[in-house]
């Protein structure tokens, strides 16, 4: 079955970074991206942006542009989502889950769909 | 970030049957599928409707989900306590390149 498992707990400084990492079983890494989700205490949903599982392509998103970097490891099918210049806005959960799904036809990479599976979740806590 | 509209909260008692709508764009929902997941107290957020209307595996048909133009709705019926937990929208928007989620709705069971 499909699994996502993220890596523990962090408490970090302000201005510090994170690594967060999620480590993938149950299906081939390179037929889908990870997605990179945050929610803030009590709040919603935040997309952060993916990575393609198969030629490693990100996206991010505009609100952490410049402080974030999605990586792969397709020797362990782990993704990792690295946050740097933490502020105490950027206490949250973040989730890694698995998606959009990936194409592969002559001449084009096409992506399908969303997200599916969702790792537990990271909670992340920035604070002097 | 921008977030797609949906009501903070909608209740309804065990057996009776409730509508969450999901309010977004012409870049949005508009023009591409919408998911749905659903977050028990506690717990990441699972996966109940993709593609717009279609359930995967394990979920229940007591959960569906419809859309007309730019609004999305799920529909859950015959509720049960264990319904009880936010529900979200997703959909992907062409203009921002980004994933837009709702801000969620809490369902409760009275």
């Known amino acids: 079955q499909v699994q996502l498992l993220q890596s523990g707990p962090e408490v970090k400084k302000p201005g510090a970074s994170v690594k967060v990492s999620c480590r993938t079983s149950?299906?081939?890494?390179?037929?889908?991206?990870i997605t990179w989700v945050r929610q803030t205490p009590g709040q919603g949903l935040e997309w952060m942006g993916r990575?393609?599982?198969?030629?490693?392509?990100?996206l991010y998103a505009e609100e952490v542009q410049g402080r974030i970097s999605m990586t792969t490891d397709t020797s362990t099918n782990t993704a990792y989502m690295e946050l740097r210049s933490l502020v105490s806005d950027d206490t949250a959960v973040y989730y890694c889950?698995?998606?959009?799904?990936?194409?592969?036809?002559?001449?084009?990479?096409?992506?399908?769909?969303?997200?599916?599976?969702w790792g537990q979740g990271t909670v992340v806590t920035v604070s002097s | 970030q921008s977030v797609l509209t949906q009501p903070p909260s909608v209740s309804a008692a065990p057996g009776q049957k409730v509508s969450i709508s999901c309010s977004g764009g012409t870049s949005n929902i508009g023009i591409n599928y919408v998911s749905w997941f659903q977050q028990l107290p506690g717990t990441a957020p699972k996966l109940i409707i993709y593609?717009?209307?279609k359930r995967p595996s394990g979920i229940p048909d007591r959960f569906s989900a419809s859309k007309s133009g730019t609004s999305a709705t799920l529909d859950i019926s015959g509720l049960q306590s264990g319904d009880e937990a936010d529900y979200y929208c997703?959909?992907?928007?062409?203009?921002?390149?980004?994933?837009?989620f709702g801000g969620g709705t809490k369902l409760t069971i009275l």
């Open positions: 593609d717009t209307v």
């Open positions: 990575i393609s599982g198969y030629n490693g392509d990100t």
């Open positions: 149950g299906y081939t890494f390179s037929s889908h991206a």
């Open positions: 889950a698995r998606g959009p799904s990936i194409v592969v036809i002559p001449g084009r990479i096409i992506t399908e769909g969303l997200i599916d599976y």
């Open positions: 997703a959909s992907w928007d062409v203009t921002l390149t980004i994933v837009m």
